[in-house]
């Protein structure tokens, strides 16, 4: 896991890492195990958290608004269209951290069973993820031309 370049994309959001020691549970993890965890502007994570969690968990908290970031404890809620723009921006954001970008990324996230209506990440991101890329763009986190405005939603 690329540390350095995490902690420096994280940083750019004011968000903080913090890495667990141990193969124990991951403080406001929802999905349990390796899976990475949520509270408040934080991640929480393991050395063998997989990117695309922590990535996932991170654009949770970027998308929701000030008030359910104040309130954030594992469970980051939202709707169907947040959801979609969470993975479209985790997308986005592969290409920030060194030794990944967003084809390994998508590839991840079709491991661990994402499932979109055109059967892969690739397809949905190129083919079928307008409305997400809108409501992004609509929330200030995302420019016309698709690139990260490393804003918080307020």
Not at 73 to 79: L, N, Q, R, S, V
Not at 113 to 138: Q, V
Request: hydrophobic letters at 40%.
């Amino acid at each position: 896991m690329p540390l350095a370049s995490i902690k420096a994309l994280l940083a750019s959001y004011d968000l903080r890492l913090c890495v667990q020691v141990g193969s124990g549970g991951i403080r406001g993890s929802f999905w349990g195990g390796r899976e990475a965890g949520i509270v408040g502007r934080t991640v929480y994570v393991r050395t063998d958290t997989p990117v695309h969690s922590l990535l996932h968990e991170t654009c949770h908290i970027i998308c929701m608004t000030q008030e359910r970031r104040e309130q954030l404890e594992t469970d980051a809620a939202g709707d169907d269209l947040e959801e979609a723009a969470v993975c479209y921006l985790q997308v986005i954001l592969g290409d920030e951290i060194e030794g990944v970008g967003r084809e390994r990324l998508m590839r991840d996230m079709d491991g661990w069973g994402y499932s979109f209506r055109l059967g892969n990440t690739a397809s949905w991101f190129e083919r079928d993820a307008e409305d997400a890329r809108k409501w992004l763009i609509d929330h200030g986190l995302l420019t016309e031309s698709g690139e990260s405005t490393f804003r918080l939603r307020v």
